[in-house]
């Protein structure tokens, strides 16, 4: 199986506080992206970082790619009750298709 | 832009009977619709990629015959889960490629729950 592996699997901070979600894949990738799934809902796309790109930010996410350790890493700053859900990341291959990580599911308390 | 949206969002029914899904990308053309099952706590597993016009292509350890596909048309997949069972009982997502450029982000329906007794 190609599936990703997630750590940690389920994170619990407060309110502010950075939380920091890790994956890795198992071959070289096309592409990573993360996606953000509320509890009993859809995915919402939050990033994608290319194979050739180590780090991006969009708002309060950064995210890192090590292509060499075949591992990316999620970080959320100043985290709010508001960002609690569970995140995935997906690899992408040669194809077009997605193959999930395991997920981290975080809770945030006010 | 790029939604996409699933109906039913969540039906229950016997076993033994089929129960079809619906996704639709609402304003958008999607060449290319991917069906997922995510069972609870767990991460989303790839079904299928659907093709408008063709067969579908299914991941490996995927009935074919069980989780019929099809993609009529470039708005709209279906999903048919033939004879389900209990162990058929699970959250079906399904996504789609915006077509032209890369193809490279998924847009994802809010999911169906499916739950057979």
Redesign the interface.
Same mark, same amino acid.
């Given at each position: 199986s190609q599936?990703g592996e997630e750590d940690p699997q389920a994170l619990s901070i407060q309110e502010g506080e950075n939380a920091t979600m890790n994956c890795s894949y198992k071959t070289s990738i096309?592409?990573l992206?993360w996606?953000r799934q509320n509890s009993?809902?859809?995915?919402?796309?939050l990033i994608?970082i290319r194979s050739n790109e180590r780090e991006k930010h969009s708002g309060r996410l950064r995210v890192t790619l090590d292509t060499s350790k075949k591992s990316s890493s999620l970080l959320i700053t100043a985290s709010r009750a508001a960002d609690t859900a569970s995140y995935?990341c997906a690899a =992408?291959y040669n194809t077009?298709?997605?193959?999930?990580?395991?997920?981290t599911?975080l809770q945030v308390f006010p | 832009g790029a939604v996409?949206s699933?109906h039913p969002s969540w039906v229950i029914c016997k076993s033994g009977t089929s129960v079809k899904i619906e996704c639709r990308s609402l304003d958008f053309q999607a060449t290319?619709m #991917?069906w997922?099952r995510q069972f609870p706590?767990? =991460?989303?597993?790839?079904m299928a990629?659907s093709n408008e016009g063709s067969k579908a292509t299914y991941e490996q350890g995927v009935e074919k015959d069980k989780f019929l596909i099809n993609h009529a048309s470039l708005t709209l997949s279906t999903l048919t889960v033939t004879s389900a069972h209990p162990e058929d009982s699970s959250?079906y997502?399904c =996504?789609a =490629?915006v077509p032209g450029g890369r193809?490279?982000?998924?847009? #994802?329906?809010?999911?169906t729950?499916l739950l057979v007794l």
């Amino acid at each position: 199986s190609q599936q990703g592996e997630e750590d940690p699997q389920a994170l619990s901070i407060q309110e502010g506080e950075n939380a920091t979600m890790n994956c890795s894949y198992k071959t070289s990738i096309n592409n990573l992206q993360w996606y953000r799934q509320n509890s009993g809902r859809g995915l919402v796309h939050l990033i994608l970082i290319r194979s050739n790109e180590r780090e991006k930010h969009s708002g309060r996410l950064r995210v890192t790619l090590d292509t060499s350790k075949k591992s990316s890493s999620l970080l959320i700053t100043a985290s709010r009750a508001a960002d609690t859900a569970s995140y995935f990341c997906a690899a =992408s291959y040669n194809t077009d298709k997605l193959i999930f990580g395991t997920g981290t599911r975080l809770q945030v308390f006010p | 832009g790029a939604v996409v949206s699933q109906h039913p969002s969540w039906v229950i029914c016997k076993s033994g009977t089929s129960v079809k899904i619906e996704c639709r990308s609402l304003d958008f053309q999607a060449t290319t619709m #991917f069906w997922y099952r995510q069972f609870p706590k767990q =991460s989303l597993m790839l079904m299928a990629t659907s093709n408008e016009g063709s067969k579908a292509t299914y991941e490996q350890g995927v009935e074919k015959d069980k989780f019929l596909i099809n993609h009529a048309s470039l708005t709209l997949s279906t999903l048919t889960v033939t004879s389900a069972h209990p162990e058929d009982s699970s959250f079906y997502i399904c =996504s789609a =490629s915006v077509p032209g450029g890369r193809k490279e982000t998924q847009y #994802f329906g809010p999911g169906t729950r499916l739950l057979v007794l």
